[in-house]
Each structure stands twice: as structure tokens, then as C-alpha cells.
């Protein structure tokens, strides 16, 4: 079983619509969680960090619900520029870190 | 540029042949991690070094992968005898350590072609 599983997509949404991903992990130790954000060829930047309180940023909203093993992106008034690929990144015990295979967003004029 | 860097950003080579990329973190990230990422999928860990000890190494790095970090700074990720499997982009990142959301930031990657 894979450490982090995520719906690959595509989500093709209108500008303004709000959307939503989800992921799930695997292990139960997980102990920090993130979505990155990956544009077409280029490197992956960190979206925001998750907190078990739920977090937001701006039109960003992050949850993550520990008994469930669940983590979700819901972003409102989508913008073209959010066009890209959405990681969803869990840290277990060490360093490294868990990626899933990317939720691919393209947000349509 | 004070960002991560690598080079060379692209590398063709015929399978059976050794490649080495290096990496060149942020200059006061003490921790360094490579990944490898194929079409479609996250990126995958490779290893990772604090300063210049390699602390951990994923069982995705076969024999064939060794990298270092002589001197704690750059890093060289060397591929002998590639394989065409081999080919994916591979991602370098650094992080200051000490903290326990320490965000690690990437690189813009090698894109490896073994024919």
C-alpha cells in the first residue's frame, strides 16, 4: 500500500469555482503534513504546512483529520493561476518526506 | 540566485554509461536530500545527509547509486551503469534542521534520458 494516495484527477474547473482535494495516508505516525504545489516541468514549492486544527492562507483552506487519516486542499475563488499539480506530503518519523502522485488542477477562463 | 541549484539540468546518455549530477543547496541548510520523480507520480526519496553523513538511504537507491556530500556543502548523486529504467527527473533539496516543520526547498532537477 502506498504511503499517501491521492484522486491523479483531472479537475478542469471554471474560474471562481471552488475545489476540492482529498488524500489519505497510510501510517498512523505520520507526524507532519503538507501540500506542495508542482507547475508543468518545473521543481515542487511548499503550498502550506497542515495543522490539526485546520489551517488557511488567503483562498487556501488545509484539514487534517488524524483518526481518519485524511488530508484535504479546498481552494475558493479559483484563479487561472492556480493551474498546477497539488502534492499532498506527509513527514514520517525521519526526514524525508511522502509524496503522493498529485492532484493535476486546470482552471478553465 | 541564493536558491537550490543543480546541474546539469538535462543529461542523454546511452544505458551502460555513469552520470553524476551534483547539487548545490541553500548555503546555510545543513540537511540535503535527493528524490527521484517519473512521469505522473510524486517525487520518491532517495537519501538524505546531515552535514556531510548520509543518514538515510531509501531501497529505491540500488548499488548502481552512490552519493555524496564530501565537505557538508554540494552534493554528487552518481548513476553507474544506467539503465534505461533509470530515466526520471532527480530532485535535490535542502532544509535547515532544528525544527520540526523544517521546510525543504527543491531544486529545478536533472531530467536523466538513458536510451
Known amino acids: 500500500r502506498k504511503e499517501v494516495e491521492q484522486d491523479p484527477g483531472p479537475f478542469n474547473v471554471p474560474e471562481g469555482a471552488t475545489v476540492a482535494f482529498n488524500c489519505t495516508y497510510s501510517n498512523s505516525a505520520s507526524q507532519s503534513f503538507f501540500w506542495y504545489r508542482q507547475d508543468c516541468r518545473k521543481e515542487p514549492k511548499l503550498l502550506m504546512s497542515?495543522?490539526?486544527s485546520g489551517n488557511e492562507d488567503g483562498r487556501f483552506t488545509a484539514q487534517l483529520n488524524r483518526a481518519s487519516q485524511y488530508i484535504s486542499l479546498l481552494i475558493r475563488d479559483s484563479k487561472l493561476s492556480d493551474s498546477a499539480t497539488y502534492l499532498c506530503v506527509v513527514k514520517t518519523g525521519a526526514n524525508n518526506l511522502f509524496f503522493g502522485t498529485g492532484t493535476r488542477l486546470t482552471v478553465i477562463p | 540566485d541564493t536558491g537550490v541549484s543543480q546541474d546539469p539540468r538535462h543529461k542523454i546518455t546511452k544505458r551502460g554509461q555513469n552520470v553524476t549530477f551534483r547539487c548545490d543547496p541553500i548555503s546555510e541548510h545543513n540537511r540535503l536530500y535527493w528524490y527521484r520523480q517519473t512521469l505522473g507520480q510524486g517525487p520518491e526519496f532517495l537519501t538524505y545527509?546531515?552535514?556531510?553523513?548520509?543518514?538515510?538511504k531509501s531501497r529505491l537507491l540500488s548499488d548502481r547509486f552512490s552519493a555524496e556530500r564530501p565537505k557538508g556543502s554540494f552534493s554528487t548523486l552518481e548513476i553507474q551503469r544506467t539503465e534505461q529504467g533509470d530515466s526520471a527527473m532527480y530532485l535535490c533539496a535542502s532544509s535547515l534542521g532544528g525544527s520540526w516543520n523544517n521546510e525543504q526547498f527543491f531544486g529545478p532537477g536533472t531530467r536523466l534520458t538513458v536510451l
Open positions: 545527509f546531515q552535514n556531510e553523513a548520509q543518514l538515510e
Open positions: 497542515v495543522y490539526s
